[in-house]
Every structure is written in C-alpha cells, then in structure tokens.
C-alpha cells in the first residue's frame, strides 16, 4: 500500500486578502514556496507586490534573495509559526557558571 503524501495547500483567497492589506500598510509578508514551486520548495520569500490576476496566471510577487519573480497563488503559502517555550537549553549550558571563591581566601 502506498503512503498517503500530504500537498501543501496554497493561499486561500482569506490569506490573499491578508497580503493586499499587509501590503497596503507598508509590510511584506513573508511565504513559504510549496512542493507545487519546484526546486525552490520550503524556501522562504517576501511579497512584494500583486499584480492583475487577468492579465497572467502568475500574479504574486514575491522576493527571493535578489530577485522578484511572479508565482501563482497555489505555489506559496504562509510559513508555520512555531511556537517557543523560552531559552534554548543549549544557550543555558553555555553560560558561565560562577565560581567560588576557594577557601584559603576565607
């Protein structure tokens, strides 16, 4: 039997209304490319701009490294949050620990 394979799904039309007002307020969200994307799948970009639906398929604007290049909105997805629970444990162990001072000096 085969394993069942989960797609990502791509922007709903809610989250691309996210993106138009984020943009309309000077922001630029950042996504996650899809499986759908390619090569560049799990990659993160920022949106730049949204262009004319019915002018090309591929109307999300979105900046990868230095270059802008239009997807379509089933390429991309909004990154997961992942959720913190405080300081790393390694960032813990290497703090310095405080030394006593020896006893000759009491």
């Given at each position: 039997m085969a394993a069942a394979r989960t797609t990502a799904q791509g922007?709903?039309?809610?989250e691309l209304q996210h993106i138009r007002d984020t943009l309309a307020g000077g922001r630029?969200?950042?996504?996650?490319?899809?499986?759908?994307?390619?090569?560049?799948?799990?990659?993160?970009?920022?949106v730049v701009e949204l262009t004319d639906p019915a002018v090309s398929d591929e109307w999300l604007v979105v900046r990868f490294g230095r270059?802008?290049?239009?997807?379509s909105p089933p390429t991309?997805?909004?990154?997961?949050?992942?959720?913190?629970g405080g300081p790393s444990r390694s960032r813990n162990r290497n703090r310095?620990?405080?030394?006593?001072?020896s006893r000759s000096s009491w």
């Amino acid at each position: 039997m085969a394993a069942a394979r989960t797609t990502a799904q791509g922007l709903a039309p809610e989250e691309l209304q996210h993106i138009r007002d984020t943009l309309a307020g000077g922001r630029k969200p950042r996504v996650m490319f899809t499986e759908s994307a390619g090569q560049i799948a799990g990659q993160l970009g920022q949106v730049v701009e949204l262009t004319d639906p019915a002018v090309s398929d591929e109307w999300l604007v979105v900046r990868f490294g230095r270059d802008e290049l239009p997807f379509s909105p089933p390429t991309c997805r909004f990154r997961p949050r992942v959720r913190g629970g405080g300081p790393s444990r390694s960032r813990n162990r290497n703090r310095r620990r405080r030394r006593r001072p020896s006893r000759s000096s009491w």
